[in-house]
């Protein structure tokens, strides 16, 4: 399988590269902003290429990202859209700086990153989109993270929106919102709190799913939560 992955830097993304890199007729494209860790992942599989990638930037060059791509692979059967930024703060103490940066790099990057990807996704491809419970219709809310759930929520929206445009091309789309994983995000966001999945667990079940989601589902938003937190 050729597969892409953004924001696969740390956490859960960090895991489920390392996951799928186990496989070794698997390559691995990975996105993220840390250099250094894209380095570091590189360097532990012949079979993980890294590329750096701010999905907030305006001046993200989508064509030298397909072209890098294009190296290693003819096209792509899977596009994980884990890419995500979490500023928690009170709605009215955000500003607009730090809210577009979050509905950039949450919604309108990963939409971005489709809309440039697809011409080189075949028939039985896969996206999945990886959002959150915050965004997830009739979840508990928390204070500090309007924004953030917002911008989960938008991308949850277009992943039906996209199964149903996609129709007849073979390409399925698919959205797991995920509850309460243990990650630095997840500690940044409510410190001191212990989450009951860890990011590896986590991750071996969206790359199972990423590999085996779309023969069973397509248009869907799946809650995958034992807390929110």
Same mark, same amino acid.
């Given at each position: 399988m050729n597969i892409v992955v953004s924001g696969g830097t740390r956490g859960i993304g960090k895991e489920i590269v390392i996951n799928l890199s186990h496989n070794k007729t698997n390559q691995i494209f990975v996105t993220g902003r840390n250099v250094k860790s894209l380095k570091d992942l590189s360097s532990r599989s012949e079979n993980i290429h890294s590329y750096m990638l701010d999905l907030s930037s305006p001046d993200t060059d989508y064509?030298?990202?397909?072209?890098?791509?294009?190296k290693y692979f003819?096209?792509?059967?899977? !596009?994980?859209?884990?890419?995500?930024?979490?500023?928690?703060?009170?709605?009215t103490e955000i500003d607009e700086a730090e809210a577009r940066q979050m509905m950039d790099t949450n919604f309108f990057g990963p939409a971005l990153l489709i809309n440039k990807l697809k011409p080189v996704m075949a028939s039985g491809s896969h996206i999945v989109n990886i959002t959150s419970m915050g965004g997830f219709q009739g979840s508990e809310k928390f204070k500090g993270l309007a924004y953030y759930?917002?911008?989960k929520a938008a991308l949850a929206c277009l992943s039906e929106c996209l199964a149903n445009e996609f129709n007849g091309s073979g390409i399925s789309v698919?959205? !797991?919102a995920l509850g309460a994983v243990q990650t630095e995000m997840l500690t940044e966001a409510f410190p001191g709190y212990k989450a009951p999945v860890t990011a590896k667990d986590m991750a071996d079940f969206i790359s199972h799913f990423a590999l085996n989601g779309h023969k069973f589902f397509n248009g869907k938003v799946l809650p995958v939560a034992v807390s929110t937190p």
């Open positions: 064509k030298s990202l397909l072209n890098a791509i294009l003819n096209k792509i059967d899977i !596009l994980i859209n884990n890419a995500g930024l979490l500023i928690s703060k009170p709605f759930s917002a911008s698919n959205c !797991l």
